[in-house]
Nanobody, 121 residues
Framework: QVQLVESGGGSVQAGGSLRLSCVAS????????MGWYRQAPGKTRELVAA???????NYAASVKGRFTISRDNAKNTVYLQMNSLKPEDTAVYYC???????????????WGQGTQVTVSS
């Protein structure tokens, strides 16, 4: 009932920047929290950053001060501005949304398809 479409991944050199976007669409729902996770080869998926419906944010220690998460509630979109990128930031980045589904009166979590970010040294 909720579809997520990500964009903005790509390849950059260390020190560069990228901006990821994720647009949520659907019917009979309201978005609660939104966030970004990443998964590098051979590693488990980890939280990068999250933002609540009121704008409170949470970041992984490894990205604090370099990444900024934001959201546009009118557009049902979450962004991840990534600056000072490092080779260790290389991973597939996934958008994550927690939504309240009106028809079921319950919260559900949805994932985007993932977008590759590659940072070369």
């Amino acid at each position: 009932q909720v579809q997520l479409v990500e964009s903005g991944g790509g390849s950059v050199q260390a020190g560069g920047s990228l901006r990821l976007s994720c647009v949520a669409s659907g019917t009979s729902w309201s978005i609660n929290a939104m966030g970004w996770y990443r998964q590098a080869p051979g590693k488990t998926r980890e939280l990068v950053a999250a933002i609540t419906s009121r704008g409170s944010t949470n970041y992984a220690a490894s990205v604090k001060g370099r990444f900024t998460i934001s959201r546009d509630n009118a557009k049902n979109t979450v962004y991840l501005q990534m600056n000072s990128l490092k080779p260790e930031d290389t991973a597939v980045y996934y958008c994550n949304v927690e939504a309240f589904i009106t028809s079921r009166s319950t919260y559900s979590t949805y994932w985007g398809q993932g977008t590759q970010v590659t940072v070369s040294s």
